[in-house]
């Protein structure tokens, strides 16, 4: 089970009182209080990686109102007994297609639309899978704290295709999976979806 350094995870619990803080406090003093305390949760970022301070700032305390999980979803979808991938131009490896929630879109509103821009496949909806929170899996550590949404969808057009963010989409085996891009997915995260190709009542997953 993977599990983020200590010292990430304190940096990201006190940037997260800190945006908190002040999204709510009335008190010059406590907004100079907060701000300090966002100012620590930066320097421990910068004192711990290689990103420059101004580009921690910019995308780790950069933030305003409450502070809340991000949301990435994916699109689960099966053919032949094999699932779709899709190959990330930013690192070469593979993943399911998928991507940050959007303002205004339903989960699975993102779940049609990555499948379509990532894999050229005209998708609809089937069910929920898992809702996972990252830090229990074996992602690589980074600032924010998401939960992962896995959603089957069934193709109904397209083809194969380029995307802007993807070179390639293919459909693989559980057993012969390619390199994966383990910021996005993880093996034990694939091998969860074939779970349900295999076992369709098996009830949602929530962690």
């Known amino acids: 089970m993977g599990m983020d350094p200590k010292w990430l995870?304190?940096?990201?619990?006190?940037?997260?009182l800190a945006q908190t803080g002040l999204a709510y406090t009335k008190d010059v003093y406590d907004v100079e209080r907060y701000e300090a305390l966002r100012e620590i949760s930066i320097d421990i970022m910068n004192s711990y990686t290689a990103v420059d301070r101004e580009i921690i700032k910019l995308s780790f305390a950069n933030e305003r109102g409450y502070a809340t999980p991000k949301v990435d979803i994916r699109g689960v979808v099966f053919k032949d007994n094999k699932i779709l991938l899709v190959q990330e131009k930013l690192d070469g490896d593979w993943a399911l297609p998928g991507g940050w929630g959007d303002i205004g879109l339903?989960?699975?509103?993102?779940?049609?639309?990555?499948?379509?821009?990532?894999?050229?496949y005209e998708?609809?909806?089937?069910?929920?899978?898992?809702?996972?929170?990252?830090?229990?899996?074996?992602?690589?550590?980074?600032?924010?704290?998401?939960?992962k949404f896995f959603i089957q969808c069934k193709i109904v057009g397209g083809e194969a295709a380029e995307g802007l963010e993807t070179s390639g989409a293919a459909f693989f085996e559980e057993t012969q999976l390619p390199k994966l891009s383990l910021q996005r997915n993880t093996e034990e995260q694939i091998k969860i979806m074939f779970q349900f190709l295999r076992n369709p009542d098996k009830p949602a997953i929530v962690d």
């Open 106 to 120: 339903s989960p699975t509103e993102v779940a049609v639309k990555e499948i379509k821009e990532e894999s050229g």
């Open 123 to 147: 998708a609809v909806p089937v069910r929920l899978l898992a809702v996972l929170d990252k830090k229990f899996h074996d992602h690589p550590p980074e600032p924010y704290h998401v939960y």
């Open 9 to 16: 995870e304190w940096a990201k619990q006190i940037q997260a």
